[in-house]
């Protein structure tokens, strides 16, 4: 699904008035009723309920409006709470409050500076509440009256439905830079916006409800390279159909080189998680001396000793062993655990610009890059290189703070100037792709930050990768099953005893959801 910025959105909604002639007080119609059905979802019948509306100066607030009237028209007792003059009020927001008003209803203004505990004491008897502070017109920190009035929403714990996007959350950036609502469900137009699938602004989204406000479809399908939520139903999509007549050669084969000593978890977890994302043959490379731990380690997966240091990491002749074992891999994967040892750091540098398979470089390997990133535009086949925001901003040169804060920004600047497929782990894994596409992933829970997690990921973007999938949906749909799995293995452990292994044992059952168990072509 397409997630755009406020001006996108801003785009369309002019395009669908100006070029269709759909006039912007029924697209404001249409976004107060998708909001009414989401109340009527969350207190089911609402006559009798009270409703404590807070509308804001722009459309945002004149969605409220609208909530409003149909409330109270199936029989809800509605306060409106306005945080402006009612003068203020002007366009399409401005003609609902008049409706409103011509209806004999009244409107409660909360100016500046005012004593908030009559709209608290609201607030304790509501069963509900409407926030219609701000939408997509609003940047940076909320200021007063508003401020106050969020912090008071907060504060009351009622379910709360956000109208667009919860109030104080920017739209193109999801940064919350002050007070900002909480919401239970938020009920966004058209399309998602960036700040809904992105933290912080992510976590005060609650439920996630995309509504139809009549834009023409095929306009919101346009855009493309675009930026996209990844969904259960494009990965369905993408995966590769398993035909009857299958056998372990025609499922891909997975080269890993991954592990060093005391490093050995690392080289098992990427292995098992291509062999268990359906890669037909996954073979691990790694430094002879722990090739017998290795093979007593792995059932699954075939094992192969190559010349070590003394440290017991890669040597750098082991690159010619490497490049003879590709003859027969469909794909590489390479870093999980190797070291930061100079030998396998020579190693990895001068393995890289030789490859004739698509590669996935985690860990280690894009460490071993640090100081020469430039290094990946000479890889002349698909790759994708999967960093976490310190692995990025070491990549880089440049501040974590800059990474953590720009997320989206660094990642489609890293994959247009590496020419690789760039994924950003974290809440909300981003998949920037050289084509200029970004997948956003929403699977994931903050369980899944344990040693050897990522490792797990490595391995299943190698399997769907050697499975014939291409490097861009490879690595977006293995962010999906790897999230999904996580969140699985949450509801059965929970969050906090979380581990990679646990990752690895509900991939199966992810993959299964998604395919809804349909295997056979
Ligand atoms: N035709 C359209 O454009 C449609 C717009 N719709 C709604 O309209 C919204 C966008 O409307 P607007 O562009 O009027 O913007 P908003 O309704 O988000 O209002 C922004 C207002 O808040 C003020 N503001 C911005 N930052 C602030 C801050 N930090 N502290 C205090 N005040 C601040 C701005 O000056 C502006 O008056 C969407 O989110 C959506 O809810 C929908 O009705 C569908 C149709
Ligand atoms: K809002």
Not at 434 to 444: A, V
Request: charged fraction near 20%; proline fraction near 5%; charge should be neutral.
């Amino acid at each position: 699904m397409r997630v755009v910025t406020g001006g996108q959105m801003r785009e369309l909604d002019r395009t669908a008035m100006e070029d269709y002639g759909i006039p912007g007080l029924v697209l404001m119609e249409n976004a107060g009723l998708a909001v009414v059905r989401v109340v009527q979802q969350v207190l089911g019948e609402v006559a009798g309920k009270r409703v404590a509306v807070f509308a804001g100066k722009g459309n945002n607030g004149g969605d409220g409006l609208v909530v409003a009237r149909h409330l109270f028209n199936a029989g809800a007792e509605v306060k409106v709470l306005l945080l402006a003059k009612p003068e203020e009020i002007s366009g399409d927001a401005a003609v609902n409050l008049a409706i409103w008003q011509k209806m004999g209803q009244p409107v409660y203004p909360v100016a500046r500076g005012e004593d908030l505990s009559a709209v608290r004491l609201f607030l304790v008897g509501a069963h509900a509440v409407v926030d219609a502070i701000f939408g997509t017109g609003f940047k940076g920190a909320a200021r007063e009256p508003a401020a106050g009035v969020i912090e008071a929403i907060n504060a009351s714990g009622k379910p709360v439905v956000a109208v667009d996007i919860p109030s104080g959350v920017e739209a193109d950036t999801g940064q919350v830079h002050g007070p900002c609502v909480r919401a239970t469900h938020t009920v966004t137009f058209a399309l998602p916006k960036l700040g809904l699938v992105q933290e912080p602004g992510r976590s005060h989204v609650g439920e996630l409800h995309v509504a139809d406000i009549s834009i023409p479809s095929f306009l919101l399908e346009e855009g493309t390279p675009g930026r996209y939520l990844i969904t259960e139903k494009m990965v369905r999509e993408w995966l590769p159909p398993r035909p009857a007549w299958a056998h372990k050669g025609s499922c891909g084969r997975v080269l890993v080189v991954a592990g060093s000593r005391g490093m050995t978890g690392a080289a098992c977890l990427a292995a098992l998680g291509a062999a268990r994302a359906g890669a037909g043959l996954v073979t691990l490379a790694m430094p002879a001396e722990l090739q017998d731990v290795m093979a007593v380690k792995l059932t699954e997966v075939m094992t192969v000793g190559l010349p070590g240091t003394r440290e017991g990491t890669l040597a750098r002749s082991a690159r010619s062993e490497i490049l003879a074992l590709l003859e027969r891999a469909d794909v590489l994967a390479i870093g999980p655990g190797l070291s930061r040892h100079l030998e396998t750091v020579a190693l990895v540098r001068e393995l890289l610009p030789a490859l004739r398979v698509p590669c996935v470089i985690d860990a280690d390997g894009l460490n071993a890059l640090a100081g020469d990133v430039q290094l990946l535009s000479r890889i002349s086949v698909p790759a994708v290189v999967t960093p976490h925001e310190v692995e990025m901003a070491r990549l880089l040169g440049r501040p974590l703070e800059e990474v953590r804060s720009r997320r989206l920004a660094v990642a489609e600047e890293a994959a247009a100037n590496w020419g690789v497929v760039a994924l950003l782990k974290g809440a909300a894994t981003l998949v920037a792709c050289p084509d200029g596409s970004t997948y956003i992933n929403p699977t994931g829970n903050p369980g899944m930050a344990t040693g050897g997690s990522g490792d797990v990921l490595t391995g299943v973007i190698a399997g769907l990768l050697a499975q014939g999938m291409s490097a861009p949906r490879a690595a977006a749909a293995g962010a999906y099953l790897h999230g999904l799995a996580g969140d699985m293995a949450a509801r059965e452990k929970g969050m906090r005893g979380l581990l990679a292994g646990d990752i690895l044992e509900l991939l199966p059952s992810a993959i299964a959801q998604v395919e809804c168990n349909v295997m056979i072509a």
